[in-house]
């Protein structure tokens, strides 16, 4: 078996797990009334769903190309389990994201280039991208968090009510 398909199956895994997640946070984040977080939780787990979409059309798009039929593969793959505060559920999301596209992506598209698979090494860092892009939201959601600014910020903002569209010009 290449190494290839065993690493897209350990990213839709992956990538499947992370929706979850990110779906079970929005939901500690809205209780703990952090609306905005429990959105772009909820947003982020969709756009793992997007890559947990591509991943499972390259995995069958690799298996097409292969001599035996697979309808099934064994890996070994981390499933992480945290499920606190929305400060640790950040903290997470954070951890786990940063190890994707500093770490496992780039490595998964090194393999797949050496296996003569130079499309889906390209589809694999442009996930990475994404996935950088999640990490530097969420740290600045996290310190947001943690310096206690979320409601309230040193210079004027637009601040916008969700639920009737009231537009107010303050601090907090």
């Not at 809205?30 to 982020?44: H, N, P, R, V």
């Not at 097409?64 to 499920?83: F, M, Q, R, S």
């Not at 994707?100 to 698979?117: L, R």
């Amino acid at each position: 078996m290449m190494k290839t398909l065993e690493n897209l199956v350990k990213a839709f895994i992956g990538e499947s797990q992370a929706r979850n997640r990110y779906t079970f946070y929005s939901k500690v984040a809205k209780k703990e009334g952090f609306e905005q977080i429990a959105e772009i939780f909820l947003i982020t787990a969709e756009n793992e769903r997007e890559h947990a979409s591509s991943l499972f059309k390259l995995i069958n798009e690799l298996k097409a190309k292969g001599k035996n039929k697979i309808d099934e593969i064994k890996v070994e793959a981390t499933a992480p389990l945290v499920l606190g505060s929305t400060a640790e559920n950040l903290r997470a999301a954070i951890s786990g994201e940063n190890y994707e596209y500093t770490k496992m992506y780039p490595e998964f598209a090194d393999v797949a280039e050496k296996e003569g698979f130079p499309e889906i090494a390209k589809r694999l860092r442009a996930i990475a991208v994404a996935e950088k892009h999640h990490e530097e939201r969420y740290k600045k959601l996290l310190k947001e968090v943690e310096g206690g600014s979320v409601f309230k910020k040193k210079e004027k903002v637009w601040w916008v009510c969700r639920e009737c569209g009231y537009v107010h010009f303050g601090t907090e």
